[in-house]
């Protein structure tokens, strides 16, 4: 995982939000875990044990698991690096008030993180 790469990349997406990331949140962590850990603090904070892609915590925190973007990555014919970024975009949304929980949500979560992917890979 190019670590550098990844933060340019998320630093200038910052910059390129369709929506403004609120007050309360003074900074953002990415922060990349394995497997187990990933399904622990699902379990913890969501319910769910079983592992997971991406959580949220609503003062800035993001959680990826490169594993679960590294199985992904095979399946959408992408690069492993893409799909971390993608993760790390789509935890951005999520704190500038996007929801995914809805069909109609989900759709418009998906065009504002394919674009802002496009915008972050091209920068």
């Known amino acids: 995982m190019q670590v550098r790469r990844l933060r340019s990349q998320l630093d200038r997406a910052l910059t390129l939000l369709p929506r403004p990331l609120p007050a309360s949140v003074e900074a953002i962590e990415v922060v990349l875990v394995d497997r187990a850990t990933m399904a622990h603090v699902h379990a913890d904070f969501l ?15 993001i959680l990826v698991c490169p594993a679960v973007a590294q199985d992904a990555a095979l399946v959408q014919e992408m690069a492993v ?23 109609d949500d989900a759709a418009e979560m998906v065009l504002a993180q394919d674009e802002l992917l496009r915008q972050a890979l091209a920068g």
Do not use: N
Not at 47 to 61: K, L, M, R, S
Not at 81 to 103: F, I, N
């Open 47 to 61: 319910g769910d044990a079983t592992e997971t892609d991406v959580i949220t915590f609503p003062y800035g925190e």
């Open 81 to 103: 690096h893409d799909e971390v970024l993608l993760y790390a975009l789509h935890g951005v949304l999520h704190l500038c008030g996007y929801d995914d929980r809805s069909p």
